[in-house]
């Protein structure tokens, strides 16, 4: 059975990868010249090629021991993204970045989300880091383990305190990983290529943690 393990990517290979956001378009070209495109999926997904971050002979090693532990393509696991991990791009997490909730005087637990703009659907945010998560309420910043507390398997922060007030703004800020598997049940190394400067395709895709 497929699982999510809570464990992360080695760091200094994720650091090197590229790649980025994909989404999904059909396009249909008409006899007239002209072209219909219809958009497949409702929100982008992000798929890596970690082979580029790989830097030694340690760092295959160390790939190749993850990729034993993740089954191949069987178990999700935790990626750090080198180009958006943090609610705050390029800075540190405020508790006042984004918006994750308005209170109703009833709701005290709130999913962490990312609102992407007007014209994009808000990114859900279901693997952040422990203990860089931060919460405010109004404005207010509250203390992690007094007043909220935050599950970094799932995203889900829960006031400890009474539910807010309708109209009250919930916002948080936090770091974060993104959750993939391995898009391959076969890791192609050769050392003799390595050597020569060859680097190995190491893809990995997005997934639904909970999927």
């Known amino acids: 059975m497929a699982s999510f393990i809570e464990e992360r990517f080695p760091l200094g290979v994720a650091f090197g990868a590229s790649g980025g956001p994909e989404w999904r378009t059909e ?16 929100r982008s997904r992000r798929r ?23 089954r191949g393509r069987l178990h999700g696991f935790r990626f750090r993204d080198p180009f958006d991990n943090c609610s705050l791009p390029g800075g540190e997490p405020t508790a006042f970045d984004c918006r ?7 709701a005290t ?15 859900a945010i279901a693997k952040p880091v422990g203990g860089t998560v931060r919460v405010a309420l109004d404005g207010v910043e509250l203390a992690e383990g007094a007043e909220f507390a935050c599950d970094p398997a799932s995203g889900l922060v829960t006031l400890l305190g009474a539910a807010p007030g309708a109209d009250v703004a919930v916002t948080a800020g936090f770091r974060f990983d993104v959750p993939v598997r391995f898009d391959t049940d076969r890791l192609d190394m050769s050392l003799t290529h390595f050597e020569a400067g060859r680097v190995p395709t190491i893809p990995l895709v997005e997934i639904d943690p909970d999927g």
């Open 48 to 70: 890596y090629d970690a082979g580029t971050g790989v830097r030694s002979l340690a760092d295959l090693q160390a790939v190749a021991a993850f990729f034993e532990r993740a």
């Open 100 to 106: 994750i909730g308005t209170g109703d005087g009833t």
């Open 27 to 42: 396009v249909v070209a008409l006899a007239s010249g002209a072209e219909r495109r219809n958009g497949r999926w409702a």
């Open 109 to 123: 637990a709130f999913p962490l989300i990312r609102p992407a703009g007007a014209d994009a659907p808000a990114r």
